[in-house]
């Protein structure tokens, strides 16, 4: 089998090489990863300004290795569009450093360059260890094998998304797994300003959620965030339909309404 492995942390980062050295143990491998750190980008792609690539010398034998100047969503795009050309089996993002836990998938680039596997109809999984510092990468990096077996013996759907995370963990102390949804919690952004003279400058600084529970917070049974706390693995299956169902039937009631008020004049 072949697999795309990619990241968000850049083709440096110690996570995507340990996940790398696993994964050659199920199937060829192939890194395309974007040459910087690009946590928190999103589902971002370069469209302003070319990309480029360049050939890196991989420190795993055999490894074919590309450092791409964008995203992680570019690096999956330009994988599957033009570097690789025979057909890629299954697409590995991470292993990253930090959680992708709730409403966070959303602005992860370690799960949107899943999704773009996911979206040109390849397997794709995001691998997330619950840490900044100190990281046990290798029990994620023995899972990463496991699901991507389970993968190629085709035990799971083909239309499939995961986005996993494991306690920080080492293995004899993690609890279980539990299939989990994502939880409904997500940290704002804070916003600095700094004077420069005249000049009003500022930094927006993305929040991370803290794997900690908090007063008032109200921990949602089943989630994925519920499991990191019980110091158990995440795995909780995504898709890209974002639709509400619940504000769709609200809105479908209002329609007519809303089509009468905007032929009225305005006011
Ligand atoms: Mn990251």
Redo the contacts with the bound molecule.
């Keep these: 089998m072949r697999i795309l492995a990619t990241n ?2 850049g083709i440096y980062a110690p996570g995507l090489w340990c996940l790398v050295r696993a994964l050659t143990q199920v199937g060829e491998v192939v890194v395309v990863a974007p040459d910087r750190e690009q ?1 928190g980008v999103g589902t971002s792609v370069t469209l302003h300004h070319p990309v480029r690539v360049r050939d890196i010398r991989s420190p795993v034998r055999r490894v074919r290795c590309y450092a791409i100047e964008g995203t992680p969503a570019d690096s999956v795009i330009l994988a599957l569009g033009v570097l690789l050309d025979d057909k890629v089996d299954l697409v590995v993002s991470g292993i ?3 959680p992708n836990l709730g409403s966070d998938v959303l602005i992860s ?2 799960v949107s360059a899943a999704l773009q596997g996911y979206l040109q109809g390849i397997p794709s999984i995001a691998i997330s260890v619950g840490a900044m510092e100190n990281i046990h990468f290798d029990g994620a990096a023995r899972l990463a094998a496991v699901m991507a077996r389970m993968i190629e013996a085709k035990a799971l759907p083909r239309e499939i998304l995961l986005n996993i995370n494991l306690p920080n963990l080492p293995q004899d102390q993690i609890q279980g797994i539990e299939i989990t949804q994502l939880g409904h919690k997500s940290y704002g952004d804070e916003i600095k300003e700094r004077h420069y003279g005249a000049r009003r400058l500022f930094w927006i600084v993305r929040g991370r959620l803290e794997l900690e529970p908090e007063e008032g917070w109200e921990l949602e049974e089943g989630t994925d965030i519920w499991a990191l706390l019980r110091n158990r693995i995440s795995i909780t299956p995504l898709h890209s339909d974002l639709t509400s169902a619940a504000a769709l039937s609200t809105l479908k009631q209002l329609s007519n309404a809303i089509f009468q008020d905007l032929g009225k004049p305005p006011e």
């Design positions: 968000d942390d946590s990253n450093e930090g680039g370690t």
